[in-house]
């Protein structure tokens, strides 16, 4: 990495740094993350947990409602309320950041676009990103040592 990928919330009461490039990065088109972020799409970086450094602050869990009735909780500033990550399926070694609430957002691109059944009609998606109606299959879609990475946090 050229760059340090540190991030933080609106206040600047949380403060963070990623230790290493993310395992895989997500842009999600569900309804779900569109209602979420007030926006037509979410940018998550899948990381280890023990690899966000956390500079300042405590954020904060917040459990959603999902579709899917798994559990999906979101970290946010206690005093701004921003999100800055997600655990999804309630596995505390794996976080979800929000790739728009780095410095630098542009410092991480999606690996692969999601849920593009609920895409809205005017994003335009690249032809050399994968993309999938619903979800996708990990062990075809990511490199080997993000598997690895994977496989040591989850089993
Ligand atoms: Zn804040
Ligand atoms: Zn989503």
């Known amino acids: ?9 609106s206040c600047r009461a949380v403060r963070y740094r990623l230790t290493s490039a993310p395992m895989f990065v997500h ?8 209602r979420q972020t007030g ?4 940018l998550n ?3 280890e947990t023990d690899r966000i450094l956390v500079l300042a602050g405590d954020p904060e869990p917040v459990s959603m409602p999902t579709d899917s009735r798994r559990p ?4 946010r500033c206690r005093t701004c309320r921003i999100a800055v ?3 999804y399926g309630r596995r505390p070694p794996l976080r979800f950041v929000r790739v728009g609430t ?6 991480l691109r999606p690996d692969v676009h999601i849920f593009t059944r609920s895409k809205v009609a005017w994003v335009a998606l690249p032809k050399d990103v994968p993309a999938f109606d619903i979800y996708y299959d990990m062990a075809t879609l990511w490199p080997a040592a ?8 989850l089993g």
Do not use: K
């Open 27 to 34: 842009c999600c088109h569900c309804l779900d993350c569109q």
């Open 72 to 75: 999906h909780d979101v970290y």
């Open 39 to 42: 926006s037509a799409f979410v």
């Open 146 to 153: 993000s598997l690895e990475r994977r496989r040591a946090i």
């Open 45 to 47: 970086a899948l990381i």
């Open 1 to 9: 990495m050229t760059e340090a990928l540190e991030g933080g919330c």
């Open 102 to 107: 780095l410095d630098n957002p542009a410092a």
């Open 85 to 87: 990550w997600s655990d």
